[in-house]
């Protein structure tokens, strides 16, 4: 069963800190994607990962192919940060199948 | 506004009432997608689009469920005789190829 799992499920942290969200899958994937979703619904496309490393200003997004596992990290993190980050993968095929997102807070 | 367009962004209905949905992707895209989601998880796939033709549909989908995509552009979501969970957030998405997807704002529904 092609599934995906986060952690943690909520994360509060002050302004500056260091974050990481983790996500492992059950089986192959072809790519996955870390995604934002402010409150209201809208959902952002962060990265697109088949393998390594992207960097994107403070983000930064990993995944280790045979360990099933890919990390999203925030440097430097600030209160705009504060959003559900959301893992998703597609299988071999063109549909998504989502994590349960993380509930990230960021106190100034 | 060049994003994916949902209408209408809200909407609250009786049970038993049936329901419609729009979703204008970005242009040229041929690759559009339905999901669902509820309070506190994750969107689900729901039904897929490659130009006009429906190429997967989830079991989520029941009967009273229907996409369509006449002419490979925008597409609708109908849902007849709603049910109280029916109640969700119909996400549309759409893509130009495998490797990147723009999402809507999303459509509340709302069935009481």
């Known amino acids: 069963k092609n599934e995906v799992e986060q952690s943690p499920q909520n994360l509060t942290a002050q302004e500056g800190e260091f974050i990481t969200i983790n996500c492992s899958y059950s089986?192959?994937?072809?790519?996955l994607h870390w995604l934002q979703q402010h409150p209201g619904g809208g959902i952002v496309s962060l990265f697109m990962?088949?393998?390594g490393k992207k960097k994107h200003g403070r983000l930064i997004a990993t995944i280790n192919i045979q360990e099933k596992h890919s990390s999203l990290h925030i440097t430097a993190s600030h209160p705009r940060d504060s959003a559900v980050y959301i893992c998703?993968?597609?299988?071999?095929?063109?549909?998504?199948?989502f994590g349960t997102g993380t509930r990230l807070t960021i106190i100034p | 506004d060049t994003g994916v367009s949902q209408d209408p962004r809200h909407k609250i209905t009786k049970r038993g009432q049936n329901v419609t949905f729009r979703c204008d992707p970005i242009?040229?895209?041929?690759?559009l997608y339905w999901y669902r989601q509820t309070l506190g998880q994750g969107p689900e796939f729901l039904t897929y689009?490659?130009?006009?033709?429906?190429?997967?549909k989830s079991r989520l989908l029941s009967d009273r469920f229907s996409a369509e995509r006449p002419k490979g552009s925008f597409s609708t979501l109908e849902i007849q005789r709603t049910e109280q969970g029916d109640s969700a957030m119909y996400l549309c998405?759409?893509?130009?190829?495998?490797?990147?997807?723009?999402f809507g704002e999303g459509s509340w529904l709302t069935v009481v």
């Open positions: 998405a759409s893509s130009p190829r495998v490797d990147t997807i723009y």
């Open positions: 089986v192959g994937i072809s790519a």
């Open positions: 990962l088949s393998s």
């Open positions: 998703a993968a597609t299988f071999g095929n063109e549909k998504l199948t």
């Open positions: 242009s040229e895209h041929n690759r």
């Open positions: 689009f490659q130009n006009e033709a429906q190429l997967e």
